[in-house]
């Protein structure tokens, strides 16, 4: 619950300090005397998205709103604190910036913990209600399946997690199974081919020959010719010489050594002759080789663009895959428990869903009846309410779509909410709900703060009582904060706080006085008949004593 309420530079509120207590809070004073502005100040601690000019007051440059709260329940929001303090400053020259207990927080994850604490039902403040996605919130609250649609939740996020887990182990699957048939395909396009380091070497001078053949034949022929053929050939010529060398040798020794050369040039000469002979003869067109030989290049070319710049390389590519290849498992026997687990838990999933759905519509009717009982009771004459229940796809909170249907005017068709209460309407409509919730609520549920902003606009007389009297009771088991013209709500209330305008040194001051005795008496006098008389007094005694 608030226990204090803390505003400074807001609107037109200076500096003020609110206390608020355990059970029913009343907050009266005359019109414009700034009640709504505190409700607007609690009601921007709800709100991710603030405008700070809309609010800082004129001459100041940011507004601060502050909250202490205590017996809070924040299970699942990861703050230990059982009393916090909640602040907002707003700031006409910078972000907006948020505070739990000194610590600062998102305006998402502030406004998360902010309305776990507080709910505002009034005018202005109601879109909680109106918003459709809320109303099965607000419906398994009522029927006490809080508990049984958490559980559900959970298992609902197991099996989506689940999900993603198999698809992930598929995506694996199918993954390794790919790079499995590319490995395979490579090792066989890699073996295929036999591969030797130096074949590109010797099919490359292969190539160059057999393009060649032409002027190499002609060359060879000419190299022959001058060695041997020719009159005055190599041959012939170092024959003669010899010839003469040996003769000079008989007369001179020294010409021995010069003879021993000749005679070993012409054996060279000799050798050189067969070679060439060999060569011209080999040297015959081969397109067919040819053709072969640059078939075989181009398919080396090819797996060097692919696995490596060297014959070397694409081998030792080769073998490293064969290794990765031996490393890759792929466990089809995972990938099936993995599916059974899914189905077992699926099947759950929707045993579930068809039993919370079940109980929602077996309760429904009940429900829509206690709550058309108590909007009778709060002033509604003809009120028509429905709970429209529609299947879906299963989600977070089970396979039912829920949405509330209402008309407060007899004649009028139900419609949803947001296109048919006003926001008086739908403070009691709140009203309605709580009351009925807590009729109907298994355990005791989570104390907050419920604050009704102008319930009683449109009502008089016994409406008026009713309703005062639902909040009392709604005050036993929530902090109540009400803001209220009527008396007979006002007299109901434990703890009365008075709101009243005053001008000090020319500036207007919001105050906020806690009322008791005397000063109470008389400030329901006032909101009986508009001024305080002997016969306004009586009454309001009279409210009090018997409230």
Not at 364 to 370: A, V
């Amino acid at each position: 619950m608030i226990e204090e309420l803390r505003i400074k530079n807001f609107a037109i509120i200076d500096n003020l300090t609110v206390s608020l207590r355990k059970g029913f809070n009343v907050l009266t004073g005359e019109t414009g005397a700034g009640k709504s502005i505190i409700v607007d100040a609690i009601g921007v601690l709800l709100r991710e998205k603030i405008s700070a000019v809309d609010f800082v007051k004129h001459g100041e440059n940011e507004s601060k709103i502050e909250v202490i709260a205590s017996d809070v329940d924040l299970k699942n929001l990861e703050i230990e604190d059982n009393t916090i303090i909640l602040k907002k400053i707003l700031s006409l020259h910078g972000k907006t910036k948020t505070y739990i207990n000194d610590s600062a927080f998102t305006a998402q994850g502030f406004v998360k913990v902010a309305s776990r604490i507080i709910n505002i039902h009034g005018q202005h403040e109601h879109t909680y209600l109106l918003k459709k996605e809320n109303h099965v919130f607000f419906f398994d609250t009522i029927v006490g399946l809080q508990e049984k649609v958490e559980k559900f939740n959970q298992l609902y996020i197991n099996v989506q997690a689940l999900k993603q887990e198999l698809e992930k182990i598929k995506n694996e699957v199918i993954s390794k199974k790919q790079r499995i048939e590319l490995l395979k395909f490579q090792i066989e396009e890699i073996n295929n081919a036999n591969l030797n380091e130096k074949e590109e070497e010797e099919l490359t001078e292969q190539r160059q020959i057999l393009k060649n053949v032409l002027k190499l034949k002609e060359l060879a022929e000419s190299c022959f010719s001058f060695l041997y053929e020719d009159k005055n050939s190599v041959y012939t010529v170092l024959s003669k010489v010899l010839n003469l060398i040996k003769e000079l040798s008989q007369f001179d020794s020294k010409a021995e050594e010069a003879k021993n050369l000749i005679e070993s040039a012409l054996t060279q000469s000799e050798e050189a002759v067969y070679i060439l002979r060999k060569l011209k003869d080999s040297y015959e067109s081969d397109p067919v080789t040819l053709e072969k030989i640059e078939e075989r290049l181009t398919l080396i070319n090819k797996l060097k663009t692919k696995y490596g710049p060297t014959t070397r390389e694409i081998l030792n590519y080769a073998e490293d895959i064969k290794k990765e290849l031996n490393r890759i498992s792929i466990s089809e026997e995972e990938l099936k428990e993995k599916e059974k687990e899914l189905i077992e838990l699926s099947e759950n999933l929707k045993s579930q869903a068809d039993e919370i759905s079940d109980h929602r519509k077996k309760i429904k009717t009940e429900i829509e009846r206690e709550i058309i009982d108590e909007l009778n009771f709060l002033g509604f004459s003809h009120p028509v309410f429905e709970i429209r229940i529609t299947e879906k796809d299963i989600t977070l909170n089970g396979k039912d779509d829920i949405e509330f249907y209402f008309s407060a005017n007899p004649g009028e068709p139900p419609k949803p909410l947001i296109k048919v209460a006003s926001g008086g309407e739908l403070s009691r409509l709140m009203l309605a709900l709580k009351c009925v919730e807590l009729k109907f609520a298994k355990k005791m549920i989570k104390s907050i703060t419920l604050i009704f902003d102008e319930i009683d606009a449109g009502i008089s007389g016994a409406t008026a009582e009713n309703v005062g009297k639902r909040l009392k009771e709604l005050a036993k088991h929530h902090q109540v904060l009400c803001v209220t013209h009527l008396p007979q709500i006002a007299a109901l209330g434990d703890h009365h706080l008075k709101v009243e305008k005053v001008i000090k040194d020319n500036k207007t001051i919001v105050n906020v006085e806690t009322l008791k005795g005397a000063n109470r008496k008389e400030e329901i006098a006032r909101m009986l008949s508009g001024r305080i008389t002997q016969s306004s007094l009586f009454h309001a005694k009279e409210l009090l004593e018997n409230k």
